[in-house]
């Protein structure tokens, strides 16, 4: 049975899975095994997924005396066979190519034009084969290329639709699993010429389809991306003055990276059919839309008339759009001026009790310094309190007695509307981070004898870049190092936070580029001797990203985990939902935490909101697998 699915060693190609991004080397390696291995390179560095080349058995698919006299012919064989004469590979170069591949890490595909060809691929190892334009008819290549098993990418340039629909149904009869490229076979092809509508036509075919591209530039890939195709191959060369006829057609090595950097780009933002706001919008509902509250003192009690409600900034309160519920509800609380009316004040009944009987190790909650108290009578056995810039100067008030609680402050993330960098190779910004971190602890360590325990001091290390990812690594670690080493904790316990891949910050998705990785953060904490702040949320979505699996990640982590803050995730970027909301497998990870000594706090996003309730949902649900 045919499927809208290919499946190429690891790879599972077709609707909804990454695009398949074929580099065509061709024959623009001039018949160089020098240029041969260079393209594969270029492939490599690009990111493709695949580098493909053609071999040919000349004297098998030409008469001799058109090999020995090309002239003889029409005017296109005058041109092209002495190109193709001279760029045959030998097979040991073959042989060097797919061991280059190997080595490198990227898939060796190949064209075989004839059953010579085939035949030697075959002993060489190719595990995807495609088929050119030219041979989508040749149904006795075909046969032979079935007969080996292995997936098929036919393009079909230069043939009509009987063509292909013949085509389609030998493949079918013989149970190829195969998918089909649109192609237009001139070299270049003029963009009027390119019909990528026809690619919708051979969606009907019910197999992958996708898009062997001869235009010049980049975009109409991208196009294609967006009709649905599921595999571009694109032509690569080192230089498109180079002589032979597919090279004015080819992207050099900037601009293949570019076009497939513009593939991954626009496969995140097709995303899918639901609607999902980023983590950015959620924050910026908050910022930008306004909430009902209250226009006068309301005792409970009150029956809520309309002159009772106003509407004003920010969006943290009840939605102006459920006014009409607000309206005839009794208040179960009393309400002040200005005090947000909550979802909590719809419901006929609000729980807002923790059973939190069975927690064992002390959790507690976020807080910010003007709802410190509010938090602290929910009872939390430590509070975290974010700190923002303005917050390092914030006039504590010592309490007549000292809190029960244990104290952990966040360090602030910017001032200034500039993000705080302890990775920066700029001093002036690298001096201004270290500045605020140093007055962070400064203000812990003053109140530290107004809670129980010692005080912990999360910490983000920087980082991070807006356009492009930083592959330097070590450079950034290195400089964030440098920077703890200057800080005096003052008695308090540092605790560097790993960070989630893709940050937002300052109304922008940012690269995270440090400190999300287990081993760096690990390798970290061992020369500073440090402790960490353990974001399982984040976690996860760094796991999401590159493919590994989050119980890994956090035993690697656990020996340095003293802090953990708990939320679910999603994607790459939906961090801080609330527990069993999104992709964490939660029975695994807290058996895996079992046996671990940490503190913790829910990190859900606006958890604080309606009385903690987003907090207390949380706690009560991790409680419920009675291990933490």
């Known amino acids: 049975m045919h499927t809208p699915y290919l499946q190429i060693e690891d790879r599972r190609v077709g609707p909804g899975e990454p695009c398949f991004i074929i580099a065509e080397a061709g024959v623009n390696h001039n018949g160089s095994l020098a240029m041969a291995l260079q393209l594969v390179d270029v492939a490599v560095q690009s990111g493709a997924d695949a580098v493909k080349f053609q071999k040919r058995e000349l004297h098998s698919l030409y008469p001799p005396e058109l090999l020995a006299n090309p002239n003889s012919a029409e005017w296109a064989y005058q041109y092209i066979l002495p190109h193709l004469i001279e760029s045959e590979l030998s097979n040991d170069d073959f042989r060097q190519v797919k061991a280059h591949c190997d080595e490198h890490g990227i898939r060796f595909m190949c064209t075989p034009w004839d059953k010579g060809s085939l035949d030697f691929l075959e002993e060489l190892g190719v595990s995807v084969y495609k088929v050119s334009s030219a041979d989508v008819v040749n149904l006795p290549l075909l046969e032979q290329l079935v007969a080996t098993g292995k997936p098929l990418i036919l393009s079909t340039g230069m043939a009509t639709l009987d063509e292909i629909e013949r085509t389609v149904e030998f493949l079918q009869e013989r149970g190829a699993s195969f998918a089909l490229l649109h192609c237009v076979s001139t070299y270049p092809a003029p963009f009027e010429n390119l019909n990528l509508r026809f690619i919708e036509t051979l969606k009907q075919f019910d197999v992958p389809v996708g898009y062997s591209s001869h235009e010049r530039g980049i975009a109409i890939p991208l196009v294609a991306l967006s009709l649905g195709a599921c595999i571009i191959e694109k032509h690569i060369t080192l230089d498109r003055t180079l002589p032979g006829p597919d090279h004015a057609a080819s992207l050099e090595p900037q601009g293949i990276g570019k076009m497939i950097r513009d593939i991954r780009h626009v496969e995140a ?30 005792p409970a009690g009150t029956v809520i008339t309309h002159p009772m409600v106003k509407v004003q900034g920010p969006g ?26 909550t979802e909590s004040d719809l419901r006929i009944s609000h729980n807002g009790v923790i059973r939190a009987n069975g927690l064992r190790r002390p959790w507690g909650f976020k807080a910010r310094f003007h709802d410190l108290p509010a938090i602290l009578a929910q009872q939390p056995r430590l509070v975290e309190l974010h700190f923002s810039q303005v917050d390092v100067d914030h006039p504590f008030v010592p309490p007549p007695h000292p809190y029960p609680q244990q104290l952990f402050i966040h360090a602030p993330e910017f001032a200034d509307s500039k993000l705080l960098d302890l990775c920066s190779d700029n001093d002036q910004v690298w001096e201004r981070a270290v500045d605020l971190m140093q007055r962070t602890i400064d203000k812990a360590a003053e109140m530290r004898p107004f809670f129980s325990g010692p005080v912990g001091v999360v910490i983000h290390v920087g980082g991070m870049s807006m356009d492009e990812p930083v592959t330097s690594h070590d450079r950034l670690l290195r400089r964030a190092a440098a920077a703890f080493r200057r800080l005096d904790p003052k008695g308090t316990i540092l605790l560097p936070e790993n960070l989630p891949p893709r940050p937002w910050y300052l109304g922008g998705q ?24 353990l974001d399982i949320s984040h976690a996860q ?88």
């Open 541 to 628: 979505l760094y796991c999401n990203m590159a493919g590994e699996s989050l119980y890994d990640y956090v035993r690697c982590c656990l020996p340095y985990a003293r802090h953990l803050h708990l939320a679910d995730a999603s994607g790459i970027d939906g961090e801080g939902l609330q527990i069993g909301d999104g992709v964490i497998a939660w029975d695994e990870i807290l058996a895996l935490l079992a046996d671990q000594d940490f503190t913790w706090v829910p990190e859900i996003w606006s958890g604080h909101l309606d009385n903690a309730a987003g907090f207390i949902e949380a706690v009560n649900r991790l409680a419920e697998y009675e291990v933490l």
């Open 269 to 298: 933002a097709l995303g899918h059919t639901e609607k999902q706001l980023s983590a950015m919008e959620k924050l910026n509902r908050q910022v930008l839309r306004k909430s009902l509250v209250a226009a006068a003192d309301l």
């Open 510 to 533: 940012w690269f995270q580029n440090v400190f999300i990785r287990p081993e760096e953060m690990v390798e970290f904490c061992q020369e500073l001797k440090l402790g960490m702040a």
């Open 316 to 341: 943290k309160g009840l939605s102006p759009q459920h006014i009409d519920e607000l309206l005839g509800t009794v208040l179960k609380r009393d309400v002040k001026r200005d005090d947000y009316f």
